[in-house]
């Protein structure tokens, strides 16, 4: 049982360029999100999903797009990478109709945007 | 809207001795609380969970949390720390459209 996959671990992008952090689940979970952790803020939510074919923005969405084309799915893209940008990101998923379960976490994407 | 404050940013403490992080929280309606612990370069694991009933909650790795409600508190603790327990440790509140949000973390270090 893999749970939560993210690739890749670690990325390194130029100003300007786009890319794709890829988010895989394998536990059937409705509700996938994606975070951001920066020093002493937390995890601030940047996108989440209910399912597929439906997204929402979190807290902090700007700079970036997400798409949910199947249940197990939940791709993060970069439009155009700026050095804000540098940052760990997690992708989380849970079940919804439970809203009292746990959410799991993938490994976390460490990005450095120079 | 919800928030998560987590008095401190670091707690330092020696290997056996006690410990508790703090964590406050605010919401209008009733919440899920949590903690999640993240070792070095890993991803969030669930530590303990209160959802309703008993106001003390107990997790893995022998840490407990007391639900306050009127203190709107979520305390995590734990009688006595080890080595491996050097990690941060996030408190995190869920609401009715399951978003979770989460405090500013709390960095424990144990020392021998």
């Known amino acids: 049982n893999a749970g939560v996959t993210q690739t890749p671990k670690f990325q390194v992008l130029k100003t300007g360029q786009s890319m794709t952090l890829q988010c895989a689940q394998d536990m059937n979970h409705e509700y996938m999100s994606w975070y951001r952790q920066d020093p002493g803020m937390g995890l601030r939510l940047i996108h989440y999903?209910?399912?597929?074919?439906?997204?929402d923005q979190g807290e902090v969405p700007n700079g970036y797009n997400v798409s949910r084309s199947t249940t197990e799915d939940f791709p993060l893209r970069l439009l155009s990478a700026a050095p804000s940008q540098t940052s760990v990101y997690f992708c989380a998923s849970s079940y919804l109709a439970r809203r009292n379960t746990e959410a799991f976490f993938g490994q976390g994407t460490r990005l450095t945007v120079v | 809207a919800q928030s998560v404050t987590q008095l401190d940013s670091q707690v330092p403490v020696f290997e056996e001795a006690p410990v508790e992080l703090r964590c406050n929280y605010s919401?209008?309606?009733?919440?899920?609380l949590f903690w999640y612990v993240q070792y070095p370069n890993q991803g969030l694991q669930l530590l303990l969970k209160y959802l309703s009933g008993s106001t003390l909650v107990k997790g893995i790795n022998g840490f407990e949390a007391e639900f306050n409600k009127s203190q709107t508190s979520f305390h995590l603790r734990k009688p006595s720390v080890h080595i491996s327990d050097t990690a941060e440790y996030f408190c995190a509140v869920r609401n009715a459209g399951n978003m979770l949000t989460f405090g500013g973390g709390t960095r424990l270090m144990v020392k021998p």
């Open positions: 919401s209008s309606v009733s919440v899920y």
């Open positions: 999903s209910v399912g597929a074919g439906i997204t």
